[in-house]
Protein backbone atom coordinates (compact mmCIF):
# COMPACT_ATOMS: atom_id res chain seq x y z
CA UNK A 1 0.00 0.00 0.00
CA UNK A 2 1.70 2.81 -1.08
CA UNK A 3 1.48 6.35 1.05
CA UNK A 4 1.25 8.71 -1.68
CA UNK A 5 -1.98 10.55 -2.76
CA UNK A 6 -3.81 9.79 -6.43
CA UNK A 7 -4.47 12.88 -6.93
CA UNK A 8 -2.00 15.07 -6.50
CA UNK A 9 1.30 12.14 -6.23
CA UNK A 10 2.59 13.62 -3.14
CA UNK A 11 4.20 11.32 -1.07
CA UNK A 12 6.12 11.39 2.09
CA UNK A 13 9.10 13.71 3.07
CA UNK A 14 12.06 13.70 4.97
CA UNK A 15 12.50 14.97 8.49
CA UNK A 16 14.63 14.73 11.61
CA UNK A 17 13.50 14.08 14.87
CA UNK A 18 15.77 16.42 17.45
CA UNK A 19 16.34 15.21 20.87
CA UNK A 20 17.11 17.01 24.36
CA UNK A 21 20.51 16.89 23.31
CA UNK A 22 19.98 18.01 19.70
CA UNK A 23 20.65 14.80 18.08
CA UNK A 24 19.40 14.44 15.01
CA UNK A 25 17.71 11.22 14.20
CA UNK A 26 15.82 10.84 10.65
CA UNK A 27 12.27 10.02 10.23
CA UNK A 28 9.42 10.30 7.40
CA UNK A 29 6.58 12.90 7.63
CA UNK A 30 3.83 10.75 6.38
CA UNK A 31 0.86 12.32 4.38
CA UNK A 32 -2.65 13.08 6.32
CA UNK A 33 -4.40 10.56 4.12
CA UNK A 34 -7.82 9.62 3.51
CA UNK A 35 -10.01 6.88 2.25
CA UNK A 36 -12.68 9.05 -0.05
CA UNK A 37 -15.28 7.85 -2.65
CA UNK A 38 -15.31 10.71 -5.39
CA UNK A 39 -16.71 9.89 -8.79
CA UNK A 40 -17.80 6.84 -8.19
CA UNK A 41 -13.78 5.65 -7.71
CA UNK A 42 -12.63 5.11 -4.46
CA UNK A 43 -9.55 7.45 -3.45
CA UNK A 44 -6.69 7.86 -1.07
CA UNK A 45 -6.30 11.47 -0.98
CA UNK A 46 -4.56 13.53 1.28
CA UNK A 47 -6.72 16.11 3.33
CA UNK A 48 -5.41 19.31 1.38
CA UNK A 49 -6.69 17.42 -1.74
CA UNK A 50 -10.06 17.09 -0.11
CA UNK A 51 -10.54 20.47 1.10
CA UNK A 52 -10.08 21.65 -2.61
CA UNK A 53 -12.39 19.40 -4.30
CA UNK A 54 -15.12 19.72 -2.19
CA UNK A 55 -14.54 23.95 -2.16
CA UNK A 56 -14.86 24.02 -5.84
CA UNK A 57 -18.05 22.09 -6.16
Known amino acids: MAKRCDICKRGPRKSVSRSHSNIANKRR?????????????????????????????
Open 29 to 57: QYLNLQKIEYKGESLKACTKCIKTLYRTK
